[in-house]
T-cell receptor, first 113, second 112 residues
Framework: NAGVTQTPKFRVLKTGQSMTLLCAQDMNHEYMYWYRQDPGMGLRLIHYSVGEGTTAKGEVPDGYNVSRLKKQNFLLGLESAAPSQTSVYFC????????????FGPGTRLLVL | EDKVVQSPLSLVVHEGDTVTLNCSYEVTNFRSLLWYKQEKKAPTFLFMLTSSGIEKKSGRLSSILDKKELFSILNITATQTGDSAVYLCAAYSGAGSYQLTFGKGTKLSVIP
């Protein structure tokens, strides 16, 4: 039981390049989330999904797209990376019943030059 | 706009001290409040609070929620260097309670 995993762990991009961050969870959770964390800003929600095939915008969605084609995977895409997207990205998942705890992945550090 | 405010933003204490971290919230359709500890990597869950006045405890850590005054506190007694971390407070809000709004965190440094 690996919990929530994220790939890659670290990536350097040039401005204008594209990339996809992958989040996978093996807990059969319905809800999945993508956050970014910047110094002094806490965690801010980018997009989330309440089930396979569904996505919704969070607080800071601009410049990002997401897809949830399979229940266990949630992909975050950057079509044209900008230096302002330099951040640490965390994925999280949550069950719909019982405790409302969100379980976080280890994070992806992204540097856009 | 939903808002979670933590104070202080940073705190330095000596081992053995007791600390109190504060979290106030203004969210629509409040459902629950969560505390996380973050040491370098992913946040790890500490407590979830839904009812006023009921203390949650785990070892030297405890937390309580006041839904009338819209705040929560996290207490750590007999602090140790291993307690050094950023402590995050977050609140669920909204009709579907899908989204967590996070505070900016309190950075706690415990020195020997």
């Amino acid at each position: 039981n690996a919990g929530v995993t994220q790939t890659p762990k670290f990536r350097v991009l040039k401005t204008g390049q594209s990339m996809t961050l992958l989040c996978a969870q093996d807990m059969n959770h319905e809800y999945m989330y993508w956050y970014r964390q910047d110094p002094g800003m806490g965690l801010r929600l980018i997009h989330y999904s309440v089930g396979e095939g569904t996505t919704a915008k969070g607080e800071v969605p601009d410049g990002y797209n997401v897809s949830r084609l399979k229940k266990q995977n949630f992909l975050l895409g950057l079509e044209s990376a900008a230096p302002s997207q330099t951040s640490v990205y965390f994925c999280a998942s949550r069950d719909t019943t019982g405790a409302e705890t969100q379980y976080f992945g280890p994070g992806t550090r992204l540097l856009v030059l | 706009e939903d808002k979670v405010v933590q104070s202080p933003l940073s705190l330095v204490v000596h081992e053995g001290d007791t600390v109190t971290l504060n979290c106030s919230y203004e969210v629509t359709n409040f459902r629950s409040l969560l505390w996380y500890k973050q040491e370098k990597k992913a946040p790890t869950f500490l407590f979830m609070l839904t009812s006023s006045g009921i203390e949650k405890k785990s070892g030297r850590l405890s937390s309580i929620l006041d839904k009338k005054e819209l705040f929560s506190i996290l207490n750590i007694t007999a602090t140790q260097t291993g307690d050094s971390a950023v402590y995050l407070c977050a609140a669920y809000s909204g009709a579907g309670s899908y989204q967590l709004t996070f505070g900016k965190g309190t950075k706690l440094s415990v020195i020997p």
